[in-house]
């Protein structure tokens, strides 16, 4: 008799057995870590109050305009001491005269003065004066020396003007993540282009009272523009990429459509 083999298993050389392709985990896995990444990105833009800017306006996910003003400073030790006390009082009188929130801010950022140092050797290598050339290489040379010692840091002052609805009487918490807007939403981005101009008109009127303020104390100021908004708020939120990557074409930029 001959054994019956029909339901014995064919060998293992014979069976077709599927295994993964490493390309395709490798593909995968750098999907997996493109999808965390856009996550990460999504979700810290979730948190930034901060809409769109447009119209040289900052347009906050609660609806909530800012104007933001640039200041020149003037050194107040030079003056003497009877234009002291009159800028002291054009202060003051300017406080009691603004009735609404303002926010004064001194931004002190590290100056990057790379370019500049290679353009004062680029020019020292054009200078066909002998003693032209070596001045201008000493020059740049005490400049290198002067930021190796000490950083050279810039100095620039903003006052923020806002504009907002009638604040209801909410819960601290409940008031926080409302200012912050952080559930946006077609709704409210149309409700926020919707009430614009009407909110824009008494933002005007406030940078009129807080520029004629400020020209009364001998303080010149200027409303930054869109670009310039953008600019700012890169530096802001980008400390250390903007001072590496500028926006260098920000000229070409569509601002009137331009989101953050």
Request: proline share 5%; hydrophobic share 35%; aromatic share 6%.
């Amino acid at each position: 008799m001959t054994p019956d083999i029909s339901d014995q298993k064919a060998p293992a050389e014979d069976q077709a057995v599927e295994t993964p392709s490493p390309t395709a985990n490798k593909g995968k896995h750098k999907d997996t870590v493109r999808n965390r990444k856009a996550m990460q990105k999504a979700a810290t833009q979730r948190f930034l109050p901060i809409a769109e800017i447009r119209n040289d306006t900052v347009v906050l996910k609660n609806g909530g305009l800012r104007a933001v003003l640039g200041v020149e400073a003037l050194n107040f030790n030079l003056k003497s001491e009877t234009e002291q006390k009159g800028i002291i009082a054009g202060y003051q009188s300017f406080m009691n005269t603004v009735d609404f929130p303002i926010q004064i801010v001194m931004r002190s950022t590290k100056i990057n003065i790379d370019p500049y140092i290679d353009s004062l050797k680029v020019k020292a290598k054009q200078q066909k004066n002998q003693l032209l050339q070596e001045q201008t290489i000493e020059y740049a040379a005490f400049i290198e020396r002067i930021v190796e010692a000490a950083d050279i840091m810039q100095k620039r002052f903003f006052i923020v003007i806002p504009i907002d609805e009638t604040p209801e009487s909410k819960s601290p918490f409940t008031a926080f993540f409302t200012w912050m807007g952080i559930d946006d939403s077609g709704s409210k981005a149309l409700k926020r282009h919707q009430h614009f101009e009407k909110r824009a008109s008494p933002l005007r009127d406030r940078i009129n009272l807080v520029e004629s303020g400020l020209r009364n104390i001998g303080l010149n100021s200027k409303r930054l523009t869109t670009k310039e908004l953008i600019q700012l708020y890169y530096q802001v939120y980008n400390p250390q990429t903007s001072q590496e990557q500028k926006l260098s074409a920000i000229s070409d930029l569509n601002t009137a459509e331009l989101t953050l």
